[in-house]
């Protein structure tokens, strides 16, 4: 079947700018998961989903970045006022449980460079 | 604090030789880890997990509490093993992983 989706693969945008990155996970994963890596780093956690809702959001760094998946499916990464040090790959990553973090199923991630 | 530490960022060994990538973490309780392998072009994918005590391409990984360390070995590797490998933790809240920052294994003929 289909792994995990993400659109688009490259992202270029201005500072200042809003900019929105979509995650299709893997058809009937309740969990999802958001990750950030920057150049040299591993994977940072940003935000979990369980179904529709956020059931844990402490890693998203500030206020500027927020994220939703209303229908429980599809999800949308939000980041405003975008700032040169946002640049980075952001992954997506799915599982069919959400009560550890089982194996999780990675999107090839949106590369974001803010220039 | 949980924390994932992989000491080293590039292993070059030759065709055939043992490896090892070393992991430590830092952890209260019992911890779940997992290796996961990038090779290139092609996105994240999970090796193995502890619990599982599974060997995954001749790859295998024990959990020693009282070092804290889930060190990766292979006796011979493989020019195809060539790949950025990253351990991680499970955290303790059971939402997320936490990722050391990779190590890139180079197996050159």
């Known amino acids: 079947g289909a792994g995990v989706s993400q659109t688009p693969s490259n992202k270029v945008t201005e500072k200042g700018k809003y900019v929105e990155l979509r995650c299709d996970p893997i058809?009937?994963?309740?969990?999802l998961y958001w990750y950030r890596q920057s150049l040299g780093q591993g994977p940072e956690f940003l935000i979990y989903?369980?179904?529709?809702?956020?059931?844990?959001d402490s890693g998203l760094p500030n206020d500027r970045f927020f994220a939703v998946r209303p229908e429980g499916s599809v999800s949308t990464l939000k980041i405003q006022r975008t700032e040169r040090g946002d640049s980075a790959v952001y992954l997506c990553?799915?599982?069919?449980?959400?009560?550890?973090?089982?194996?999780?199923?990675f999107g090839p991630g949106t590369r974001l460079t803010v220039t | 604090a949980q924390r994932v530490t992989q000491p080293e960022k590039l292993l070059s060994v030759f065709k055939g030789a043992p490896v090892e990538l070393k992991c430590n973490y830092s952890?209260?309780?019992?911890?779940?880890l997992f290796w996961y392998v990038q090779y290139s072009r092609q996105r994240l994918q999970l090796l193995l997990r502890?619990?599982s005590r599974e060997s995954i391409k001749g790859f295998t990984a024990d959990l020693n509490k009282g070092e804290t360390s889930f060190h990766l070995k292979k006796p011979f590797a493989q020019e195809e093993d060539s790949a950025m490998y990253y351990c991680?933790?499970?955290?303790?809240?059971?939402?997320?992983?936490?990722f050391g920052k990779g190590t890139t294994l180079s197996v050159s003929s």
């Open positions: 989903f369980q179904g529709t809702g956020a059931a844990d």
């Open positions: 990553a799915s599982s069919p449980s959400g009560t550890r973090p089982h194996e999780q199923y």
């Open positions: 502890h619990i």
């Open positions: 952890y209260s309780g019992s911890p779940e």
């Open positions: 058809s009937g994963h309740t969990a």
């Open positions: 991680a933790l499970g955290n303790q809240a059971g939402t997320a992983l936490i």
